[in-house]
C-alpha cells in the first residue's frame, strides 16, 4: 500500500470538524511562516492571485465535474 492509498483511507475516517481544524492549522502554520520569513509578503498581491487559481483547479474540477 502506498502511501497515498493509506492517507486516503486515514481521511475518510476524519468529520467535517476535524478538517475544520486541520484547515485552520494550516492556516496558523502559513501564517507563522509568513510571520518569520517577511520576505514573502514582500511579493505582489498577483502572485497570491496565480497561487490561488492554479491551487484550486484541480478541487474545483473534481468537486463541479461529473
Known sequence: ???????????KKMDVYDMSLTKLGVAA??????????????????WYAIIF???????MAKIFGK
Not at 502511501?3 to 483511507?9: A, F, G, P, R, Y
Open 1 to 11: 500500500m502506498g502511501c497515498c492509498e493509506m492517507m486516503n483511507k486515514k481521511i
Open 29 to 46: 502554520f502559513i501564517l507563522m511562516v509568513a510571520k518569520l520569513w517577511s520576505g514573502i509578503l514582500a511579493l505582489p498581491w498577483y
Open 53 to 59: 487559481v492554479l491551487a484550486a483547479i484541480r478541487p
